[in-house]
């Protein structure tokens, strides 16, 4: 963090002193709702044809459109992220539908998603919590004490090709199509539902473009805006100075500011992540429309606070492996050695030499 950012272990700021000040952006706007959703499904709908019809000349030809397809996917799952928060329109029924119809066209089946979401949200930076809607992220000493299989499985988990590229693909692909056994009956159907529709429009498209031609283009559309997405929400949560902590030394406003990272994209990434990279407003209160979280940003002095990163300081983020609880940083495989050799009194976790 900065020198004007809060630093670890001061007090978190009064609720009261931000809760009235970003209230005006937590109304939808339904006329910019209706605007969002002609410039990113319009678009959309129109590369499918483009990436249909320049198959008949080279895939090299489709691929950059499906790249620019790639982007307004990620656009349709910001609206599906909002509609799940209950931001995107004013009516929780226009939300739920929105929801729905998003959900299909992302493979995200909206109710079960927004579940499972909500756990992030109350377990987001919580050690004690982990396993529901994150990163796979151990501690330095969770990993120190575990298996050589458990090591071997985790180096994988956190292996960027693995984590970006093949992850993705799984997840929507065939995790999203699976309740969880903790989902409720409601969440269930909805997987059911949506498994049903997703079906159903890839036998319309079949149909209309040919199956080979279908599924090149989906998968690879859809290989792309998850590798994207995948990124965005690690980057979120796993960079220079995020905030993690014990449960009982939990704190919702300070893991929202500092355990949510400000991601300063250029204009026309941020316009196509839907001002995801406001992040550290959205978990601190998750009700803002995307399209007001720019603006609400800049009205409250205490946003401004938080250090942003850059598209390039990111990438630093893919060498962060572990969580060091004595050091309260993300450190690399590279550190274990110099972390075992330097022992610290009064630690919580179990002893540092492996397995």
Same mark, same amino acid.
């Given at each position: ?11 978190? &700021? ?10 005006p ?7 910019r ?21 320049s ?28 509609c ?24 995200? &089946? ?31 000493r ?57 079906a ?8 209309v ?56 994209? &250029? ?11 406001f992040?550290?407003i ?8 995307n ?7 800049r ?7 938080v ?23 993300l450190?690399?495989?590279?550190q274990l050695r ?11 976790? &179990? ?5």
């Open positions: 963090m900065n020198d004007a950012s809060m630093t670890r272990g001061e007090q978190a &700021p009064d609720p009261t002193a931000w809760k009235e000040l970003v209230a952006y937590q109304r939808p706007v339904v006329r709702s209706v605007w969002q959703l002609i410039n990113t499904l319009v678009p959309y709908a129109v590369l499918w044809y483009l990436m249909y019809r198959l008949a000349g080279s895939y090299w030809l489709t691929l950059p459109l499906a790249i620019l397809a790639a982007g307004f996917l990620v656009r349709v799952f910001i609206i599906f992220h909002d799940g928060h209950g931001s995107f329109f004013k009516s929780r029924k226009a939300n739920d539908i929105m929801g729905f119809i998003a959900g299909v066209l992302t493979f995200t &089946p909206y109710r079960h998603w927004r579940w499972e979401h909500a756990l992030h949200h109350a377990t987001a930076g919580d050690l004690d919590h982990r396993g529901t809607g994150d990163v796979w992220t151990l501690t330095v969770e990993y120190l004490a575990s298996s050589r299989w458990k090591r071997l499985a985790y180096r994988l988990a956190r292996n960027p090709v693995v984590l970006f590229v093949l992850a993705p693909l799984f997840l929507f692909l065939v995790k999203q199509r699976f309740p969880s056994s903790q989902a409720g009956r409601r969440e269930r159907r909805s997987v059911h539902l949506t498994n049903l529709a997703i159903g429009l890839a036998v319309a498209l079949s149909l473009f040919g199956l080979k031609v279908y599924l090149l283009i989906q998968l690879t559309v859809m290989g792309v805006a998850g590798s994207a997405g995948i990124w965005l929400f690690y980057v979120q949560h796993q960079f220079d100075g995020v905030y993690w902590a014990r449960h009982d030394e939990w704190d919702y406003t300070t893991v929202a500011l500092q355990g949510s990272s400000f991601y300063r994209l &250029p204009k026309i990434l941020q316009w196509f992540t839907g001002n995801i990279g992040h550290h959205h978990h601190l209160r998750p009700g803002i429309p399209y007001n979280l720019e603006r609400c940003h009205a409250v002095p205490l946003f401004q606070t250090k942003p990163i850059t598209l390039l300081s990111s990438l630093k983020s893919l060498t962060y492996r572990l969580w060091d609880e004595q050091r309260q940083r450190v690399g495989y590279g110099a972390i075992r050799r330097q022992p610290r009194p009064g630690d919580r976790s &179990p002893a540092l030499e492996p397995r």
